[in-house]
């Protein structure tokens, strides 16, 4: 879109996410408090699994199994959530056996919910849950509740099947379940591209049968992800990426870019980012009748160039 508008500064997006690297959880270390701790800080879980074989790099297991060592992962997780779960109840047991208190009550039955789904085998982030049901836990910061993204380790050799990994590994079952995402990257190949730049890069990459570099696949996925997409704005100056959470209102997403703009909301005039490329200009796109009048409840989509009109 920069092309498009000529000369316009580009300003990224606000969002931001640090990924922090911590030591991979086996068999056995879910109730190694430390090594847990750093897991529970976070929003969302990345969990690398190795998908190549090289008899030089050192591994736990006998042999290379992606479905296997993501199963096993879950279950240290929920071995993990079990044990606060149990404590918790046994306490909220003997409170209200002292005392009725509806609060406590409502928190009980939750956790009884949360105890038999983990008993099952099941991530807690597959129940479904309210807004107030969310806030009730957010203190115990379950592991199994929170989104994880699993990122197979893949070969060099193993470029094409980044695309196609689900069917590569038997994946299908688990890419398809509530806030879990699946993809896949190079290592060894994103080590060597980082010293690259430019059409070098591109080279490099499709020398490989990449499209793109896996450090921008997994940044897009996370977005998805964590329910978040963007919308954009243009204007004579700048053209600027704003980052949002899926379902958010034009009225909510105006206040993102200021709070005189939502205080003073008239309408929103819209287009989607990919006709504004073909067409070139929003001028073309108003002729055309392709930019739509939206009101203060529509939906934001992801992509979607917004000029927001208000009284201000």
């Known amino acids: 879109m920069a092309n498009i508008f000529g000369g316009l500064i580009i300003i990224k997006t606000h969002w931001r996410r640090e990924y922090l690297d911590v030591a991979g959880l086996v068999k056995g270390e879910s109730k190694d408090a430390t090594q847990l701790g750093n897991l529970r800080n976070g929003d969302t879980l990345v969990h690398v699994v190795r998908a190549f074989a090289d008899e ?4 736990a297991e006998r042999n290379i199994d992606p479905k296997r060592d993501i199963a096993n992962l879950e279950l240290e997780l929920l071995v993990s959530d079990l044990s606060i779960i149990e404590k918790r109840l046994e306490r909220l047991e003997k409170d209200l056996k002292k005392q009725r208190n509806t609060v406590l009550e409502k928190e009980l039955e939750l956790l009884k919910r949360c105890k038999l789904c983990v008993e099952e085998e099941k991530p807690i982030r597959g129940l479904e849950l309210d807004d107030d049901e969310r806030k009730l836990l957010r203190g115990f910061m379950f592991l199994s509740e929170k989104p994880i993204l699993h990122v197979l380790n893949l070969s060099d050799s193993d470029g094409d099947k980044v695309d196609q990994i689900n069917s590569a590994f038997q994946l299908d079952e688990i890419s398809s379940q509530p806030n879990v995402g699946v993809t896949a990257v190079c290592g060894k190949v994103e080590a060597e591209l980082v010293e690259l730049s430019g059409q070098d890069a591109e080279l490099f990459l499709a020398d490989y049968g990449l499209k793109e570099s896996g450090l921008n696949r997994l940044i897009r996925v996370t977005y998805h992800l964590l329910g978040l997409i963007s919308f954009f704005t243009v204007g004579e100056d700048e053209c600027r990426a704003w ?3 899926q379902g958010t209102t034009a009225l909510k997403a105006a206040g993102v870019i200021h709070s005189d703009i939502e ?50």
Do not use: W
Not at 282 to 301: C, F, I, N, S
């Open 56 to 59: 030089s790099i050192s591994y």
């Open 243 to 245: 980052t949002i959470k």
């Open 263 to 312: 205080r003073c909301f008239i309408r929103a005039e819209v287009v989607a980012c990919d006709k504004l490329l073909e067409l070139k200009s929003l001028t073309a796109g108003r002729d055309k009748g392709l930019l739509r009048m939206e009101g203060k409840g529509y939906l934001v989509q992801d992509g979607d160039v917004i000029n927001f009109r208000h009284s201000g």
